[in-house]
């Protein structure tokens, strides 16, 4: 354990928000649309006070392979790009719906008819939304 001293002397480092442009955000979309991801919207949640994260990306996958391919190639190229893990990720076994955590910016990456049943975008409609094409 470090002396109080040496604590106290520790710089705090400043905290920044995610938006659009910041590299993690533009590194999911980019994943995303790499391996032919559809009707790709993100939310941005910062205005919603009951919110978990800043930032919701929703997308599409014509099949479970897909929605596996997708969720994979989000988590290597975060993780290559931006050094970054998931805090956490679940839906992989049925690959009906994948949702990947990074904390600040939840994916969640959807066979058709999960994003039909659950409507994430209707659910969280005070978001302003985009849409996201190649």
Same mark, same amino acid.
Request: hydrophobic share 40%.
């Given at each position: 354990?470090?002396?109080?001293?040496?604590?106290?002397?520790? %710089?705090?480092?400043? =905290?920044?928000?995610?938006?659009?442009?910041?590299?993690?955000? *533009?590194?999911?979309?980019?994943?995303?649309?790499?391996?032919?991801? #559809?009707? =790709?919207?993100?939310?941005?949640?910062?205005?919603?006070?009951?919110?978990?994260?800043?930032?919701?990306?929703?997308? #599409?996958?014509?099949?479970?392979?897909?929605?596996?391919?997708?969720?994979?190639?989000? %988590? #290597?190229?975060?993780?290559?790009?931006?050094? %970054?893990?998931?805090?956490?990720? #679940?839906? *992989?076994?049925?690959?009906?719906?994948?949702?990947?955590?990074?904390?600040?910016?939840?994916?969640?990456?959807?066979?058709?008819?999960?994003? *039909?049943?659950?409507?994430? %975008?209707?659910?969280?409609?005070?978001?302003?939304?985009?849409?996201?094409?190649?």
């Amino acid at each position: 354990m470090e002396p109080l001293s040496v604590l106290k002397t520790r %710089e705090k480092s400043a =905290i920044v928000r995610l938006t659009r442009n910041s590299k993690i955000f *533009k590194t999911i979309i980019q994943a995303i649309l790499d391996k032919k991801g #559809e009707y =790709i919207l993100s939310l941005d949640l910062r205005k919603i006070p009951e919110a978990a994260a800043d930032f919701f990306i929703v997308c #599409e996958a014509s099949s479970t392979t897909q929605v596996k391919a997708i969720s994979d190639h989000i %988590e #290597e190229q975060v993780k290559k790009i931006c050094g %970054e893990l998931p805090y956490k990720h #679940e839906g *992989k076994q049925t690959a009906q719906w994948v949702l990947i955590d990074y904390v600040n910016i939840v994916v969640h990456v959807m066979h058709p008819e999960a994003r *039909k049943f659950y409507q994430l %975008e209707e659910m969280w409609s005070d978001a302003v939304s985009q849409l996201h094409e190649n």
